[in-house]
Nanobody, 123 residues
């Protein structure tokens, strides 16, 4: 599967953005999929994940209640809706796919990565 992320941009603190990740070559529903981010000078971290069936999700504690991960089976697209954005959310966001059935925050378990999309939150 190949992944293409989009939707990043510049937004003021408190604002919202919705990221998209489109799949090609295979369908997203055959993978556990998720989002990671990498802030300047920091290592990449897990943000959110969703299982193949879409029945379970997992979030980084600092984004719980503000971010929502979802998938549209018909469009074969994954989304990350981000609300109440904070300057600390500034990062390059990556979508990823894993063959594991569970949602892990271990980067090495995610075999396929899309290119990043930059999210900048101004204060």
């Amino acid at each position: 599967v190949q992944l293409q992320a989009s939707g990043g941009g510049l937004v003021q603190a408190g604002g919202s953005l919705k990221l998209s990740c489109v799949a090609s070559g295979s369908t997203l529903s055959t993978y556990t999929t998720g989002w990671f981010r990498q802030a300047p000078g920091k290592s990449r971290e897990f943000v959110a994940g969703i299982t193949r069936s879409g029945d379970r999700t997992r979030y980084l504690d600092s984004v719980k209640g503000r971010f929502t991960i979802s998938r549209d089976k018909a469009k074969d697209t994954m989304y990350l809706e981000m609300d109440t954005l904070k300057p600390d959310d500034t990062a390059v966001y990556y979508c990823a796919a894993s063959t594991y059935s569970s949602i892990t925050n271990v980067e090495a378990a995610w075999a396929t990565w899309g290119q990043g999309t930059l999210v900048t939150v101004s204060s």
